[in-house]
């Protein structure tokens, strides 16, 4: 148990090194209404992470969405599933969760241009160079912006935009028994759609196996992604800009990421 809280406490101060995706998981995709229902914070890479423990500090928003009633997640210091709750009634329940900035530090230089070119921002290393910020031991400050779609009972209703500062909104309704297969979803930054954004698909299968995909959002910021009944998955979009501390002192952060994640799972 204590090992399992100093990970989750190294992962939550920013320390290099750790998973890159974080992402809410609920223990079930499908709940029935005044049932228990777990979801828990995780951090790693390929859709396979550690548990992250409640901190109140470490989050700006956690919530929980039907139609238009948001409702604040509750919680204890250190509880794990940091989600804990009772199934409210039929429709769509949508989980948000938005961190406070954390810090890590690159040593070296070829790391951030590995992260750079993974995340498709082909002209970071040209405007770092520009800017003259230093090629070792430089910092980036990153938050987290997760969103699940779980179904209670019919699950029936539709996501909307809620203001994340970069977000996944989900066009159609992986529940609806209607769906035909092909999820649609928009990428938005600050209110706005984001054209011509990578996005990283993670696709888990019923036996674990997990695939990854990229893809990339149209004109309007829509990313279409056809999937897989059985299987659940993880979208992952990153934003990478300058950081306005950037030249306020020595230790400030040059660059800043906001990572927007959806998970969802299929029916079968």
Avoid: C
């Amino acid at each position: 148990m204590f090992s399992r809280f100093l990970i989750a406490v190294l992962l939550l101060s920013g320390q290099p090194g750790f998973g890159h995706e974080f992402w809410i998981e609920p223990e079930s995709y499908q709940v029935e209404p005044g049932a228990s229902m777990t979801a828990t914070l995780r951090n790693g890479q390929n859709f396979e992470g550690i548990s992250l423990a409640w901190f109140d500090n470490r989050f700006t928003r956690f919530e929980l969405a039907t139609g238009e009633t948001l409702t604040p997640v509750e919680g204890r210091m250190g509880d794990t599933p940091a989600l804990q709750a009772i199934a409210p009634g039929d429709g769509l329940l949508i989980v948000l969760h938005e961190t406070t900035p954390s810090n890590l530090t690159y040593k070296e230089w070829e790391k951030f241009l590995a992260f750079a070119e993974h995340k498709d921002f082909p002209t970071a290393a040209a405007a770092h160079t520009a800017a003259g910020w230093p090629k070792e031991g430089f910092r980036e400050s990153y938050t987290r912006h997760a969103k699940a779609l779980m179904a209670v009972g019919d699950g029936s209703g539709q996501d909307r935009a809620f203001g994340l500062a970069t977000e996944f909104v989900a066009l159609t309704n992986p529940y609806d028994p209607q769906f035909d297969g092909n999820m649609r979803v928009r990428v938005t930054y600050q209110g706005l759609p984001r054209r011509d954004a990578q996005v990283e698909v993670f696709d888990k299968g019923a036996d674990g196996t997990v695939a990854v995909s990229l893809t990339r959002t149209d004109q309007d910021g829509v990313a279409v992604v056809p999937v897989t009944p059985g299987h659940s998955y993880l979208f992952d979009a990153v934003v990478l800009r300058a950081s306005p501390q950037a030249g306020s002192s020595e230790k400030a952060p040059v660059w800043e990421t906001l990572w927007a994640a959806l998970t969802f799972a299929v029916p079968e």
